[in-house]
């Protein structure tokens, strides 16, 4: 009996529940339903997100008014004749119409985000039961332009990509409750502006320069950046290929992926700076050093190839030359866990905290896991990942006096009179370099664009400047190891030298042909700096850098 009653006070507690629920959504039918059929979708759509504005104020992105067009399907009488009026106005298909209008929906959109030149049609066609309304639909005036940096906003006004997805709260106008001037459901207040640190113009050119890189030399992505190593500010950030923000839907995603930050690789021959700038500082090396550079050098069972033999050389040299045996041989002077903590002071496996979504933290190991090879190939830029903008972000310390600082592509939120919000100032992070130690490495980084470099595609006639290149292998992610005979190609730059006045940096990733970054990527940077070092009022110097001495002849 006991077992008995328990099942059936459980049947009963079960039961009270389950009318409680129907009570409540019978409630909810009665009461609400009313207010459902007749809310007016104005209340939704209507905001002005504000302006995406380069560093001049140049409107990157905006909002244009437009029509939408809406059907309360009980309400019309005639919907054959309706669908056939609504398909000669909006240019669409009459079978189409008449599919949305002939339900028991109390809503529906026949048409989102339409010509506001429509609206004198729809006023002359007076159809029962069709509504339009005003909405807002964001425009890029510029297409692709800066596309990975910009990002999108859906049909509904919701940022969903970039600077528009990471500032969507600051870009929405205030909700209409806070709104005192809204009167009468169709006032509004454009959000908040968004004023990038990238320049139109360098971006242009840095766009256009990479497209024709692109078309000639195959690689599957290219991407370029360009920043002020005293403030952090990008400049101009742009991968191709790109995409057309005014149709992003016909886009994959892939495509759409900001990879200059999310996307991280095995940096290569590019990384040797760093290491190099860690013994400098550390005392380990010295410019009247000298190693023996014979092509290739066995640490463990394995063998280290150059790409060929350099004989003796000094670390100016091993730069110049970007000699694997060199750099082997040099970093054999430094532990490797104070390697590991000196590699992270420059941020390397650690997000540089941009404004943008999605950034990669790369990789850098804890020591614990480094194997007796690692230290070594990690001198030349294997079992290390880093994404662009970490690269970048890295060398503008060495060019910013051995001060590294946050990376920037926010300058300022202004409000739609034009006024000051807040102010995105230059961030110290760490000093990673002695002042000494970040003027010698910008010095012998000179002899890298010089006849005797890696990198002498890359140099301007008159002017002074570093930089230095890379070639790296790429990680089979599937089998391990690396992919045979496909590269990826960078070259990382200065200008002016001493004092640079930007970091450019250029990564192709398996270009077809040539692959060496000297080949491919320092043609792209000349290209680039030649175009956009007037513009930023850096002008040829009056002593060149690329006279070899006495003792280099």
Known sequence: MDKARKRFRIIIILLILLLGVLLWRITKLMFFHKAILSAVPSQVNLSERGFILDRNGEKLA???????????????????????????????????????????????????????????????????????EKEFRRYYPFGNLASH?????????????????????????????????????????????????????????????????????????????????????????????????????????????????????????????????????????????????????????????????????????????????????????????????????????????????????????????????????????????????????????????????QPRIVKSIERPDGTLIKEYGPLQIRRVLSSETANRMLDILTGVLSDRGTGYNARIEGYSMAGKTGTAQIADREKGGYLEGQFYASFIGFLPVPEPKIVVLVTLDRPTGESYGGQTAAPVFKHIVERIAPYLNIYPSSTKVYILNDADK
Not at 65 to 77: G, K
Not at 282 to 307: A, N, Q, R, W
């Open 62 to 132: 905006l909002s244009l008014e437009t029509l939408s067009v809406y059907a309360r399907p009980s309400e019309i009488e005639n919907k054959k004749e309706t669908a056939t009026e609504l398909a000669r106005v909006l240019g669409t298909r009459y079978d189409r119409v008449l599919r949305m209008i002939n339900t028991n929906k109390p809503f529906v959109w026949i048409e989102r985000q339409v010509d506001i030149a429509l609206i004198p049609s729809f006023d002359e066609l007076d159809l029962k039961g069709i509504y339009t």
């Open 149 to 405: 940096v910009i990002g999108f906003a859906g049909i509904d006004q919701e940022g969903l990509e970039g600077i528009e997805y990471q500032f969507d709260e600051v870009l929405l106008p205030r909700k209409r409750e806070e709104r005192p001037e809204a009167h009468g459901g169709e006032e509004t207040t454009r959000g908040y502006s968004v004023v990038l640190t990238i320049d139109r113009y360098v971006q242009e050119i840095v766009e256009e320069e990479l497209a024709a890189s692109y078309a000639q030399t195959g690689a599957q992505l290219i991407t370029a950046l360009v920043m002020r190593p005293d403030t952090g500010e990008i400049l101009a950030l742009s991968n191709k290929p790109d995409y057309d923000l005014n149709r992003f839907g016909n886009y994959p995603d892939d495509l759409i992926r900001n990879k200059a930050i999310t996307d991280s690789f095995e940096p290569g021959s590019t990384f040797k700076i760093f290491i190099s700038s860690i013994l400098f500082d550390s005392g380990l090396i010295d410019e009247d050093d000298t190693f023996e550079c014979s092509g290739e050098i066995d640490v463990g069972k394995v063998t280290i190839h150059d790409t060929g033999e350099h004989g003796i050389v000094n670390p100016r040299q091993i730069l110049e030359r970007s000699c694997n045996v060199g750099m082997v041989l040099s970093v054999d002077r430094i532990g490797k866990s104070d390697l590991f903590e000196k590699l992270r002071a420059f941020g390397f496996g650690t997000p540089t905290g941009i404004n943008l979504p999605g950034e990669a933290r790369g990789i850098l190991r804890n020591p614990g896991e480094w194997s007796m090879l690692s230290k070594y190939v990690i001198a030349i830029g294997q079992e290390v990942s880093s994404t662009p903008l970490q690269i970048i972000t890295a060398a503008g310390a060495i060019a910013n006096d051995g001060v590294l600082m």
